[in-house]
Structures are given as C-alpha cells and as structure tokens.
C-alpha cells in the first residue's frame, strides 16, 4: 500500500532519486510548471557537472599513476641504477602524490570520489607489499646472487675453493680435492635519496660471506660475513662526487667468471683490484650523441699487503703510517662500437710507504684498459699496469718490497719491488643467452729486484718469480635470474730459486639472482 506523499514534497523526490544532496528549497506548495521544469534542467546540469568533474579527477588520478610508472621503469632500465620514485619536497613518494592527488578529487566531487580512493588504496597497500620498506621514505632496492660453487683441483693451491696460486706439494699431501662452496653468495642494497644541492643522490652496500671461517667445527661451510663495497653518491648533470669503498677507480674492470666472485679472476695475476676507502670526484664531457670523455680524481686509503696484527684493533699498515693519502686519476672515452658499449681508459697511481726507521718507499703505478667490441658476437676487454711496490693493490705477488731479512728490523735493507702485468679476455657471444669467455693473465715482479737479495722477501708472504693463469669458461643464462657456469683454470706459478709449480681447477657455479 502507497503512502499519500503531498505534491508539495516533489522537489524532495526528485532530490532523492538522483541521490544528490543540494540544497534546494522544497516548497509547501506545488510551483508552476515552468518553474518546475527549468529547476529540473538545473538538477540535471548540475548533476553533470558533476560527473564530468569526478571523471576529470579519475583520470587525473590514473594519468599520474602512469607517468609516475613509466618513470620508474626507465630509471630501472637505465645504466644498472635502481628503479626509484622520483621525490619532491611536497610529495616525496609515489603514496604522497596519489593521496594527494585524491584529496583533490574528493574535495571537488563529493562523496562519490569514495570508490575511486578505495580501489586506490587497495592499489597502494598492493604495491607496499611488494617493495623494501625504509626510514627516510625512499624506495630500497634488495638484489643478491645466491651462488653455489662445486669445485675440483689437481695440484695444491693457496685456497681450495678460489685459488690464486700454484704451490709445491708438501710431503705426504694428496694431489688434489674436491669440494663446494657457497660463501661466494652475494647481498646488496641500493637506495635513492632526495635533491640535494641540484644533485641526485643514490647509495649502496654489497656483503658476502668470504671474510674467513669461524673456529669452530663444520665452520668450514659457515662463512663469515664481509664488506665489498659502501658507496655513496651525488649527481650533477656533468659532475659527480661517490665517497666510500670501491674498486680502485683507475683499474675498473675484471675479467667475467661465476668461479671467483669473492675475489676477482687474476686477482693475483695481473688484476689491481682491492676494494678500497675512497673519495672521488669525476667530470663527464660529451663528445658526441653516442660517446663522452670523463675524467676521474680522488684519494684512497694507502693500503698495503700487512696482515692486522690482532683479530679487534686495526694497526697502521706502511702506506697508512705515512701519514698522507694515496692520490689517483682516470681518463676514459666512453662511446659505442658495432652498436656495442666501448671504452678506453688510462690511469695514474701514487702512494707513500713508510717501513719505520726511516726507510720510505715510494709506490706508484701507469694503468691501461680497454673494453672493445670486435663486431656483433665478440669483444676484447682488459688491463695493463707498470709500477713499484703495488701489493696493497694485488701487484707484485701481493708484496710491495724485497728485504734481506725482517722488513721490522731496522738493520734489515728494503727496496721496492717493480712489477709489470695485465690481463686480456675474449667474449664470444655464441646467442643471447650464451656466452663463452677466454681469459690470460700474469703479475711479473722485475728480475733485477729479486736479484738483490739472495733470500728476498716481503711483509708475511713468500716473494714470487712470476703468476700465471688462464680460463675459459661458459656461461648460460635460460632465465635472466637462472646463471649456469663451467670454468677450467690453469695456474703456474714460479718463485725466485728457478722453481715453479702447476694445478688446474674445475668449477661448476649454479646461481640465482634476484
């Protein structure tokens, strides 16, 4: 049964069924029907308004959330930087912005904005499940490299799992082994920062587990975490600053192999490589649309190759009791061959030994290196280096000196130690998810020095003739996070009495990469 409703309340029905609340006089008594009519054609053009501007505010809404994608899929595309919200003092993330955005709707709408922020926050709430979370509010990106590595030697070597050198078998000792290893696994963090100073700012952190073995039993497969690298950076549109630790800026590549991750492949044959403090300034001019000239300076920690006295408390190594910093430079051309990256650098290395009782040496080394394409499927990439007592860095058989007796002795004559090396490798791209990779290197310390004295020796370490070692290896990739590796090596190394020792080492490297 139907309620009498007056024909006074019309306007009132009306207002209810477009399920709008204006406020429009409902009047006691029935108006004109020219009067009624034109209040009908202003409800229904307000109500039009209405949805033209809540459909302007979604789509504002949606195009924002687009642009704001599209930018963070091409800084994830661009040179290895991490994919990263662009901030603003306002709105410094992509949540600010939308909420705003949708603050804006909701004010000019009314309450039929409600879905649209609801199906957004659900959209928000999705995404926050899915990335790093950080105090500063900047997106963190997490990456590592799950990596286990199943090795076989023949011969004895300095380190079973990644050797470096060829030793003289002792008495009784089998002649060779077999293992696995994954203190090779490898973490990192990267994070984004505000403008500061018209600079974009950036920073990362890497650890793995190769920082030795616990004392303990089965501590052999319990490896100890370990700083690589901590770098953080401002960039301007030409200038860049990055302070902390790194590779030595002025021998930036390394040979490419999954068998030695924890140090890089010739690290004792040729490749200057320690990660090392340092403050770096560098300046990019364009040379043209495709290539560029960049010029790197800076100053680094003076290491050199004498072990921590104690297990808590660091001591001054030579370099650092010299009381002055290591000084570098880099110039590079970065351009494009065969449509392939391409680069061609040469660097500068100086750094101060202080030996104690006033016995000073002064290291310095001239490095080369060259990154080149040789057509669509091959490329030639590798170093070369001439210098004095660069074994902080990896040179001269990690030592910096010859002595006739205890370098810590003051009547013990010292005197720095010349070496030469390098390193070269051909890529062959056989397709795009195979490569094949074969590599030479080799440190040589000077003769003429070793002949100075008939027992030469320097810092802890046995000094060295001359290293070599060689690669080749295969690397297939089914799945861009899928990395399956097999490496034969050969490594010969000589010492200073004529003698010299062999050994081979296989390694099959299964990694995950994420």
Same mark, same amino acid.
């Given at each position: ?12 029905? @009306? ?19 020219? +009067? ?8 229904? !053009? ?38 990263? $919200? ?28 409600? +879905? ?7 959209? /928000? ?24 590595? *199943? ?8 380190? &079973? ?12 000792? &089998? #002649? ?11 973490l990192g963090l990267e994070v984004t920062g505000p403008k500061l100073a018209?600079?974009? &700012? ?17 501590? *052999? ?5 370990r700083l690589r690298v901590a770098r953080a950076s401002l960039d301007w ?22 068998? !030695? ?9 040729? #490749? ?6 340092? /403050? ?9 649309? !495709? ?7 800076? @100053? ?14 660091? &001591? ?50 001239? *490095? ?43 009547? *013990?004559?010292?005197?720095?130690? #010349? ?16 490569e094949f990779n074969v590599a030479a290197g080799t440190d040589n310390p ?5 002949? /100075? ?14 290293? $070599?070692?060689?690669?080749? #290896? ?35 490297? /299964?990694?995950?990469?994420?």
């Open positions: 049964m139907l309620r009498h409703r007056p024909r006074g309340c019309l306007c009132g029905l @009306i207002l209810s069924v477009v399920g709008l609340s204006l406020s429009v006089p409902v009047c006691a008594q029935s108006p004109p029907p020219g +009067e009624l009519q034109s209040q009908v054609d202003a409800l229904r !053009s307000s109500l039009g308004d209405t949805r033209a501007e809540l459909q302007r505010s979604h789509q504002e809404v949606v195009d924002l959330r687009r642009r704001l994608e599209d930018l963070e899929t091409r800084l994830g595309a661009s040179g290895g930087k991490p994919a990263a $919200q662009t901030p603003s003092p306002e709105y410094p993330t992509l949540e600010d912005a939308l909420k705003a955005q949708q603050s804006a709707a909701s004010a000019s709408g009314g309450e039929a904005t409600q +879905e649209h922020e609801d199906m957004l926050a659900a959209r /928000i709430e999705e995404q926050n499940q899915t990335k790093v979370e950080s105090a500063s509010r900047y997106k963190v990106k997490l990456s590592g490299l799950v990596l286990m590595n *199943t090795y076989s030697n023949r011969g004895a070597v300095d380190n &079973t799992d990644v050797p470096g050198l060829a030793l003289p078998r002792a008495p009784g000792q &089998t #002649n060779g082994d077999f293992g696995a290893t994954l203190r090779q696994t490898l018209g600079a974009s &700012t950036a920073a990362d952190v890497q650890v793995d587990f190769f920082g030795g073995f616990p004392a303990y039993q089965f501590g *052999t497969s319990a490896g100890l975490v549109s030409g200038t860049k600053l990055v302070i902390g630790q790194d590779a030595p800026f002025f021998s930036p590549l390394s040979p490419t192999s999954y068998a !030695s991750v924890g140090e890089p492949a010739f690290a004792w044959a040729g #490749n200057l490589w320690v990660w090392t403090p340092q /403050i770096r300034v560098e300046h990019r001019w364009s040379v043209s649309e !495709s290539s560029g000239v960049t010029l790197q300076a800076g @100053i680094l920690d003076p290491l050199t190759e004498y072990f921590n006295d104690t297990e808590f408390y660091r &001591t001054p190594t030579p370099g650092e009791s010299s009381r002055q910093p290591a000084l570098a430079t880099h110039l590079v051309w970065k351009g494009s061959l065969w449509k392939q990256p391409a680069s061609l650098g040469v660097g500068g290395y100086y750094e101060r030994q202080a030996w104690g009782f006033n016995r000073n040496v002064d290291a310095w080394a001239g *490095t080369a290196d060259w990154a080149l394409p040789l057509g669509q499927w091959l490329g030639l990439s590798g170093e070369f280096y001439r210098g004095r007592a660069l074994g902080g860095l990896g040179g001269g058989g990690w030592n910096s000196i010859v002595a006739n007796g205890d370098p810590d002795l003051g009547s *013990t004559s010292i005197a720095g130690l #010349n070496t030469v090396g390098g390193w070269s490798q051909l890529k062959i791209k056989a397709a795009p998810k195979l000077l003769a003429s020095d070793l002949r /100075i004295f008939p027992n030469p020796m320097g810092s802890e370490l046995p000094a060295l003739g001359r290293n $070599q070692s060689l690669f080749a #290896n295969s690397i297939y990739r089914p799945r861009s996070s899928l990395i399956l590796a097999l490496e034969y090596r050969r490594l010969r190394t000589y010492f200073p009495n004529d003698s010299k020792s062999s050994a081979d080492h296989v390694n099959l490297a /299964i990694g995950v990469a994420f």
